[in-house]
């Protein structure tokens, strides 16, 4: 640090300091830069420490944001808007790779502890996706990097500064000739105004981005066919008919305006509005959240989507050119799906709408773009800056050797294409700069490691994905003496500005805006979006772009497999492979943990099983296959699923080769995957890495190319003898018949509005309410009537027994609020970040994957996941299959069978209606557990929180001590909960507390103490892109959730227990075209409900489907 | 016969003195004409002869068994549940299972000493010591289950209603807390049946005490063991002095101990069926299918019966051997005790066929998968393994070569204990494994720690048994002489005609 840094008066300390003696220079140097990072993690004595060091440095320029002295000292002056206890929000944004995410985040004295979305940007509402929720983790993980180094060892921040005042200085002579920049894409335009300015002083130097999931393939198409780079933003509100693409717009390759959009058209509030609701058509090689949600699919390679747009567009009556025309002749395909489905699209021209996916080749897009202009599709086009070079005009640069590399962000020489060989490459620079969030393979090989910092300890800048201008804000000072990626640019651009906070504002300025305070208030920047263009289509330009080879369809086999790469959901492209919380989220399909694995097809495994006689199913033959006994008992165990070796699944390894490279990997099987394709999720197996991402997974980047970055022919798998243990969550697909999931056609549902209170045990049972089944849900949830039930229930009504009321008054006592919740199946895309979401208010501890295979899993939310098929075999995977999500949390059961059990009187019953649990008083009997038809409670087995993984074992031999940093990521609001308790879904009781509270202040002496309605969002609905989750008083037939309750479509799970769930489901709809060849006239899911336990007369199959229609056309007759 | 071949005509009269009708000779109890003396020096010959070698083999052995309770307690304590096998949704595992399988062994204590006092069952004294001892041994070691399967231990007394700060009582509607007191008083009572019964037997180990140090008579080869036996007895003359509390064989004692045994039988008789049955509502009160079954108080009460009278087999007939005891053990105990097991055994497998029905019959499909899944589903060895051994086994017990063979019976006992044990493993783990949402289905497997620290209570029950062996009487020595053919008058009498009445 020099002089011309510091900020602020000058105060001194003592008279070493005014004397400046080198002593006391070197305190500062020990104690407190390098010194708050010499070791892993932190403790409580080093906090302390830091602290004070904090202190002392408070003069010397440091002061910032993190105020930790809030902690130990009160105040002698209380600070503006900082009421301890009471969290800030700020606005911020997440940068992600489809755009920033617009954030709030929840502040607690100065401590970041929640993300949530800013929904003052409409076209996410205030949702975000799991990434974005567990990012906050990130901040506080251990295992960052704490330092920057230099050849192996730790070196100040003005080392730093100097070292690029150095580079800037050394390169300018020759306008930057040595000077090769490798940066990961960026949406900051402060970024991009440092880079123009590099560029300009640098004329020689190479800029490229590189980011291993590649999402401008659409962009570039857009470049070839109209001469300028366009971004295609789907408008999926207005789209009643989707076709996908290989496209995950719900969940993987989409944003959160997607799946919002999509959702839009899929609420159906009465039987009236079924017809209203959209269509989705998705065509695809991998079985993504997308496909599960869609009406009608089809299971296809993703080399042979281009042969499948070309036929689908040749119906559409396109003309193409001849080659291309032919192209389409090398798909096999049944013609009839191709044209019912073109005839649907075409049927609503205006409500029509394509979407590929990203890893497509760009004449695919190229083609969609045609399609959809054709179709008049939803669709805006925005202009986008031109993507910068890729990673192989860095190679080449490289090959010819060059003075200085500087890598910004990312992991090349973990995640670069295979072919390029990366960390030879790096090796030939002279010297080689990685800034780094973390010490990764990248850093291990780089000359010099700049820190970087976390975007919640930064300043900066960006713009979502359609270009609206969003700010970057620092929560907290820098925990580790971090560089900010603007600082460094700007630095090496040798600007004067080098705060990055005077950057952003120029940047501001410079877009136009006027209050950069209110900019960081609101969060963003409104009418800042990209420009809109409309697309004019240059027939030449368009058959330049289309590649015939890129829409042939090639033949694929057991010995000749495509590969197709992922980004993977634990770790994306492997920059979240150190985050617990995404570590341990279950993936939304394939529900593993710490771990990824080759994703094979059902008809893949079972032709890799008798070719190479090693056995990836169960062997032996179930006792009970086909057995007229079993039939009549209606009990049939499931045996068709992967190896489950005491409940943990043995995952058959096996080595694939592509291109003469092997890996090897276990295999896991996935039903209604395309027969040859397989698919390797990216992101994990890394080597340099943080105690978490350690060991987990597998590496898949060591088999990808730069010829096939999304896809890749001509794979071999070879099983091997081994097997290997995965972590999964959930071990059975199938959900028996059972009515869970209760699923029904839109058609249907016009017909039989109350189909889904026709199914399930209780439909054939007494009503749970006796004589007051017809009283209203509000009524119901006030007076408790007691119905068939010998158990005591309290009366909501009035006012408490031990509470005096005026005689004659009672009436005027305050009714209490009754919190209820709906979950509508119909909006759940199952992607999994509610589950996050929860994981961060709630301080909800990660376990690691050997207690995961235990089956000790602590998420108080999980999103169950169920196949159905056609035709249940008990001895076959099915190939294509109806997928079903239904999250599944605490219930708050009105009868609530865990609290009639307990002894100690530890889960109770308010008079909110929640059924909550006393941590303190529980001794842990695990009777709530047992007797808990959803299995939703989770027990502390050990101290998670205290006890490090790994060190569960150990007894008296292990330490027990929360780290430091760790402690501070915890939400203030909740107890963290020690060993030996139960615990579960709390409704975020602290959330309806905190509203109460804020209501009852705001009351004064008024009566109105009564929360308004929307007032209160659980974590888990906040996050929600579809809005699947609705909560709220359900005592006030107003409120969004009673309203919701009121659908005919509303059900309890397992409803015949009488427990009265205090959370009902929306039953879900699917809306398949009758014209489509492989048309249903019931989901799978109700067709294998009514073939088991819906009284329907065993027969043969196609009697029976005739005969079931019968049937269930006079639902009571029964 | 005289009275009515009278007012018979002749020939009709001689006709019957030719009938030679089949004399039913009810066994004695004491075979082999012992006499009184025989019975006490027998009884009280094996507390106050030497301790044998076995016996320091045993108890070593024992104790070395009943560490791995106490290590596999501090390992749990220490660390967490987490250290056993259970998980969501298996959530209770080897504990609970053991701890019915204990309670059930400590069932054929009170029956015996209880319901057969009160059904005038003589046969009852030569077993009702020894069997009231392994009950109180057995619900020690079923204690400690429940106990330490709680999360947080040091809290569990909060299942007590004691007054505190808090202000906050036990839930008395769950089945947990009947368990506490339905248990803790079972404790008690056998603790105080088994003591009072006592008490004459340790009168006259007091006694011969006291004569022998009064005739001061000791034989021995040395000094230093003549005095030792005398030091012996010294210990004996206080020892079981005060835990005699004053008895003095006279008649007025003798009336108050039989009133007062008349009265604990009372109580103990509706326990006997109190205690597996509030233990089985455990299971029943609960909505889980599988768990939720009106059949489990019975059901489990003549499980309890049945393993409870297979552990007294076990226990009995190495002891018949060891001391000598084949004439105060007869074949007639081991006859009736093999003919409980197979009216108990039957009764069980009656409850396992029945289960199946009413699952069927009831039409609710998630508890007939329930069942389907406990006999074929993934834990199908432990269902074969419980049918075979508790309804297979005892049917053999129709057999007298069988029952006669006891070698035979004694394995076949050890198998009725196992049988029982994969019972409460199959009604605990089955249920939870499998139930109502296919989504957490999961599977539970026991770690070394469940194992060992199971394994363990068998030596921390061995050390209590070797303990009772060697320290208190076996027999209730007045009681048995109450049965025997010379505390009968009639009976005497009768004998000696070579008629029966």
Request: overall charge neutral; aromatic content about 10%; charged content about 20%.
């Amino acid at each position: 640090m020099n002089e011309s840094e510091l900020s602020g008066p000058r105060y001194w300390k003592s008279l070493d300091d005014l004397a400046e003696t080198p002593a006391f220079r070197d305190w500062i140097e020990r104690e407190f830069p390098a010194g708050a990072s010499e070791i892993e993690g932190v403790n409580r004595r080093h906090f302390m420490k830091i602290m004070a060091a904090s202190f002392g440095l408070a003069g010397l320029g440091m002061a910032g944001c993190r105020r930790p002295e809030q902690m130990i000292l009160p105040y002698a002056k209380q600070p503006e808007n900082v009421i301890p206890g009471v969290p800030v929000y700020f606005s911020s944004s997440m940068p992600a790779p489809q755009g920033h995410i617009p954030v709030i985040v929840e502040t607690h004295q100065g401590r970041p502890t929640k993300i949530e979305g800013n929904p003052s940007y409409h076209p996410y509402g205030g949702a975000t996706d799991g990434y974005t929720q567990a990012s906050i983790l990130d901040l506080y993980d251990p295992d960052r990097a704490t330092k920057s180094r230099a050849a192996g060892a730790a070196i100040s921040s003005t080392a730093v500064r100097d070292r690029l005042a150095e580079l800037s200085r050394a390169h300018s002579a020759d306008g930057g000739k040595g000077l090769v920049f490798l940066a990961e894409p960026s949406a900051s335009p402060s970024r991009a105004r440092l880079v123009q300015a590099i560029q300009a002083k640098f004329p020689a130097a190479t800029w490229a981005e590189y980011c291993p999931i590649d999402l401008s393939a659409a962009e570039r198409a857009a470049a070839k066919v109209t001469g300028q780079a366009l971004r295609c933003l789907p408008k999926l509100e207005r789209a009643k008919r989707i076709l996908a693409i290989d496209a995950d717009f719900l969940g993987k390759d989409g944003d959160i305006a997607a799946a919002r959009g999509f959702s839009k058209n899929r609420k159906v509030k009465d039987a009236q509005e079924a017809s209203k609701m959209s269509r989705l058509y998705a065509v695809e090689s991998g079985m993504s959240n997308t496909g599960a949600m869609a009406d009608h699919r089809l299971r296809l390679a993703t080399s042979q989507m281009g042969a499948f747009v070309v036929k689908l567009a040749l119906e559409l009556g396109l003309s193409l050119p001849a080659d291309v025309r032919e192209s389409a002749d090398s798909l096999e395909l049944d013609a009839n799906w191709v044209a019912e489905c073109a005839a649907d699209l075409q049927a609503l021209p205006g409500e029509s709408l394509l979407i590929a996916g990203p890893h497509l080749p760009e004449s695919v897009h190229a083609l969609i773009m045609v399609i959809n202009d054709r179709l008049n599709a939803p669709v805006d086009y925005v202009d986008v800056p031109a993507p910068a070079a890729g990673i192989e005009a860095v190679a080449a640069r490289l090959a010819q050797g060059v003075q200085t590399l500087v890598i910004l962000g990312g992991n090349p020489v973990y995640d670069a294409p295979a072919d390029l060989d990366f960390k030879a490459l790096m090796a030939k620079a002279d010297e080689s700069i990685h800034l780094s969030y973390s010490y990764n393979e990248t850093s291990a090989e780089a000359d010099r490691l700049i820190a970087r910092s976390h975007y919640l300890e930064s300043w900066g800048d960006g713009r979502t994905r359609d270009g609206m201008l969003v700010p970057v804000q620092p929560m907290i000072e820098p925990l580790f003496p971090a560089f900010n990626e603007l600082e460094v640019l700007a630095r090496i651009a040798g600007e004067t500005e080098t705060e990055p906070y005077a950057i952003a504002k120029t940047t501001f300025a410079a877009a136009g805006g006027k209050d950069y305070n209110k900019f960081l208030s609101d969060g963003l920047l409104l009418n800042s979006a990209y420009p809109q263009r409309t697309l004019s289509l240059n027939p030449r330009s368009l058959a330049a772009a289309l590649a015939a080879g890129e829409l042939t369809a090639p033949q694929l086999s057991a010995g000749s497999i495509e590969v197709r790469f992922e980004a993977s959901s634990h770790a994306y492209d492997g920059r979240y492979a150190n985050n617990g919380w995404l570590m341990e989220v279950p993936d939304g399909m394939t529900k593993l943990t710490w771990d990824n694995a080759i994703l094979i097809s059902p008809r893949l495994a079972r032709e890799l099983q008798n070719e190479q006689g090693i056995q990836i199913f169960p062997g032996s033959k179930p006792m009970n296959q086909q057995d007229g006994f079993f039939e009549s008992a209606k009990g049939n165990v499931q045996k068709n699923k992967a190896q489950f070796n005491r409940g943990k699944e043995a995952a058959v390894l096996a080595e694939l080769t592509l291109d003469g490279r092997t890996i090897k990997a276990p295999i896991h099987v996935v039903p209604g995957m395309a027969n040859y394709s397989v698919i390797l999720p990216l992101g994990l197996g890394r080597t340099e890495v943080g105690r978490v991402g350690k060991g987990v997974g597998f590496n898949a980047y060591t088999l990808r190319s730069s010829n096939g970055m999304g896809a890749a022919l001509g794979a071999a798998i070879k099983l091997t003898r081994e097997t290997y243990r995965l972590a999964n969550t959930q071990e059975h697909w199938s959900m028996e018949g059972r009515a869970i999931v209760r699923e029904g056609t839109a058609k249907y549902y016009q017909e039989h509005p109350d189909f889904a209170n026709e199914m399930g045990v209780e439909s054939h049972a007494p009503a749970n309410y006796g004589k007051d089944d017809s009283k209203s849900l509000q009524e119901k949830s006030t007076q408790q009537f007691r119905g068939g039930s010998a158990y005591e229930h309290p009366e909501f009504s009035g006012p408490p027994p031990n509470v005096n009321i005026w005689q004659g008054n009672e009436d005027k006592f305050p009714r209490t609020q009754q919190w209820g919740m709906a979950i509508d199946l119909n909006s759940c895309t199952g992607c999994t970040a509610c589950v996050v979401a929860c994981q961060s208010e709630n301080n909800i501890p990660i376990v690691g994957k050997d207690q995961v295979l235990r089956g000790r899993e602590m998420h108080w939310m999980r999103l169950d996941r169920y196949f159905s098929a056609a035709e249940y075999k008990s001895d076959e995977v099915p190939e294509d299959v109806q997928v079903s999500f239904m999250s599944m949390l605490c219930q708050h059961c009105e009868n609530a069978p865990c609290e009639s059990v307990c002894p100690v009187n530890a889960t109770v019953h308010d008079r909110q209606g929640l059924n909550t649990m006393a941590y303190n008083r529980c001794v842990g009997t695990r009777y709530c557990a047992n007797n808990c038809p959803y299995k939703v409670r989770r027990f502390n087995f050990f101290d998670w929180n205290k006890r490090q993984i790994g060190d569960f074992y150990k007894g008296p031999f292990g330490a027990v001590d929360e780290p430091e940093l760790e402690k501070m990521r915890a939400n203030p609001n909740v107890t963290v909960r020690m060993r030996g308790v139960m615990e579960k879904c709390t409704f975020c009781t602290q959330r309806i507390e905190a509203a109460k509270i804020d209501q009852k202040s705001k009351a004064g002496a008024s009566a109105d103490i009564h929360v308004p309605d929307g007032k209160i969002k659980t974590a888990c609905q906040q996050v929600c892109p579809t809005d699947a989750i609705t909560f709220g008083d359900i005592s006030d037939p107003d409120s969004e959730v009673s309203k919701i309750k009121a659908s005919d479509r509303n059900y309890s799970v397992l409803g015949y227990l009488n427990a009265r769930p205090r959370t009902t489901y929306l039953a879900r709809l699917r809306n398949p075209n009758p014209k489509m060849p492989d048309a249903y006239k019931k989901p799978y899911a109700y067709s294998a409900y009514k073939e088991r336990y819906g009284n329907a007369p065993k027969t043969s199959e196609a009697h029976g489907e005739a005969h079931m229609d019968a049937h269930t056309d006079t639902p009571l007759a029964h | 016969m005289a009275t009515i071949s009278q007012e018979m005509d002749p020939a009709q009269a001689a006709l019957l003195d030719r009938v030679d009708p089949a004399v039913l000779e009810e066994q004695p109890l004491v075979t082999n004409n012992r006499d009184f003396n025989w019975v006490t020096n027998k009884i009280c010959g094996i507390v106050e002869a030497g301790t044998p070698t076995w016996w320091w083999v045993c108890m070593a052995v024992a104790l070395a068994t009943a560490a791995f309770t106490g290590m596999g307690l501090l390992w749990l304590v220490s660390s967490g549940v987490g250290v056993w096998g259970l998980a969501n949704p298996i959530n209770w595992g080897w504990a609970i299972v053991n701890f019915v399988f204990w309670i059930g062994i400590g069932h054929a204590g009170t029956l015996i000493s209880a319901v057969l006092c009160l059904l005038k069952q003589g046969w009852r004294t030569s077993i009702n010591r020894a069997a009231e001892a392994m009950t109180i041994f057995a619900v020690v070691c079923a204690g400690i289950f429940p106990l330490f399967h709680v999360g947080r231990v040091w809290f569990a007394w909060w299942l007590f209603p004691i007054p505190n700060a808090n202000g906050i009582w036990p839930q008395f509607r769950s089945p947990l807390e009947w368990d506490v007191f339905a248990v803790s008083t079972y404790g008690t009572v056998s603790v105080l049946f088994w003591y009072m019964g006592m008490i004459p037997d340790l009168g006259t180990m007091r006694d011969r005490a006291v004569q022998r140090l009064k005739a001061g008579a000791y034989e021995g080869a040395t000094e230093y063991k003549r005095k030792f036996a005398e030091g012996f007895d010294v210990f004996r003359k206080y020892f079981y002095g005060i835990f005699a509390m004053g008895w003095r064989n006279a008649g007025n004692h003798w009336r108050n101990y039989e009133m007062a045994y008349l009265v604990l039988a009372g109580l103990s008789t509706p326990l006997v069926l109190s205690v597996h049955t509030i233990v089985s509502f455990d299971f029943a009160v609960s909505v889980l299918p599988g768990w939720h079954t009106t059949i489990f108080p019975p059901y489990f009460v003549a499980g309890a019966i049945f393993s409870g009278f297979g552990m007294v087999m076990t226990l009995m007939l190495p002891l018949r051997a060891i001391f000598g005891l084949h004439d105060l053990i007869t074949q007639r105990h081991i006859d009736n005790m093999a003919k409980i097991c197979l009216g108990t055994g039957s009764i069980v497998g009656y409850a396992y066929i029945m289960e199946f029905f009413i699952a069927w019959y009831g039409a609710n499909p998630y508890e007939s998968f329930a069942f389907i899944n406990r006999a074929f589903g993934q834990y199908w060895w432990a269902y074969i393994m419980m049918f075979s051994c508790n309804v297979f086994t005892p049917q053999l017990f129709w057999f007298k070569k069988v029952r006669e063979n006891w070698a035979l019976v004694w394995v076949m006992s050890i198998l009725i204990n196992v049988g029982m044990w994969f019972e409460r493993f199959v009604i605990t783990v089955t249920s939870l494994a499998n139930d109502f949402l296919p989504s957490s289905w999961g599977y539970y497997s026991p770690t070394i720690v469940d194992i060992f620290t199971f394994f363990g209570t068998f030596g921390l029950f061995s050390v209590l048994f070797l303990l009772f062996i060697r320290f208190a009487p076996l027999m209730p020595i007045g009681e048995v002489k109450y049965v025997m053919p010379q505390g009968d008058p009639h009976g005497h009498h009768a004998a000696e005609k070579g008629g029966h009445h």
